[in-house]
Every structure is written in structure tokens, then in C-alpha cells.
């Protein structure tokens, strides 16, 4: 069973940054796809960005388009969101989640982490 760790959320004001962190147990991080997912209060949660396994192709939600990073280090297990130019909008709990092909074939998202708490003051 892989376990999937968030770290890094916490109060910023309208336009501030944050760097989230999502550490994945086991051996085979690198064969993974992982995502960032997020869920305001009274909302569904909803997709974020994602990123292939190498790194090498990256998808953004187009709310974050421009302001959001996705990037990983396979040699840390760990997956990144560095959001910049928050906004109050962007107050949610935010998730990793991760694609392990070898659970139900790629394009499902196999694992989750608890999540970390983002909110954006105005």
C-alpha cells in the first residue's frame, strides 16, 4: 500500500506564495503519475494539475494556469505544487493523489493523501 503525505499548506494573503509537498512511500514513485487535486468547502473536489511520470508532460486546470508549478523529484519520492499569485479563490484543502499503472491501468487515480489546508486571505 503506498502512503501519500502533504506538507506545506497554511495561511497566505491574496497574491503570497506556497510551495506544497506531497512524500510517497514504496519503491516505485517513479512509475507514477501524480496530481494535485483540491476542495473547497460546499464544493466537489476538483482537478488541479498533474504530471507524468518522468516529468516530462505537465496538465494544469486552467484556473491555475500560469500561477500553479507542478514538478518532482523521483530521487525524494516527492511531488511539488508551487503556487504563486494566490488568491482568495484558492482557499481549499489540497491533495496528491497517485496513478499506479500497475493497480487498474493508467488514468485512475489510485492513492490518496489526507490533505493540507490552503487558505488565502483577501
Known amino acids: 500500500q503506498v502512503q501519500l503525505v502533504e506538507s506545506g499548506g497554511g495561511l497566505v494573503q491574496d497574491g503570497g506564495s506556497l510551495r506544497l509537498s506531497c512524500t510517497a512511500s514504496?519503491?516505485?514513485?517513479?512509475?507514477?503519475?501524480m496530481g494535485w487535486f483540491r476542495q473547497a468547502p460546499g464544493k466537489e473536489r476538483e482537478f488541479v494539475a498533474a504530471?507524468?511520470?518522468?516529468?516530462?508532460?505537465?496538465y494544469y486546470a486552467d484556473s491555475v494556469k500560469g500561477r500553479f508549478t507542478i514538478s518532482r523529484d523521483n530521487a525524494k519520492n516527492t511531488v511539488y505544487l508551487q503556487m504563486n499569485s494566490l488568491k482568495p479563490e484558492d482557499t481549499a484543502v489540497y491533495y496528491c493523489?497517485?496513478?499506479?499503472?500497475?493497480?487498474?491501468?493508467?488514468?485512475?487515480?489510485?492513492?490518496w493523501g489526507q490533505g493540507t489546508q490552503v487558505t488565502v486571505s483577501s
Open positions: 504530471i507524468s511520470w518522468s516529468g516530462g508532460s505537465t
Open positions: 493523489a497517485a496513478d499506479d499503472p500497475a493497480v487498474a491501468g493508467a488514468g485512475t487515480w489510485d492513492y
Open positions: 514504496g519503491r516505485t514513485f517513479s512509475n507514477y503519475a
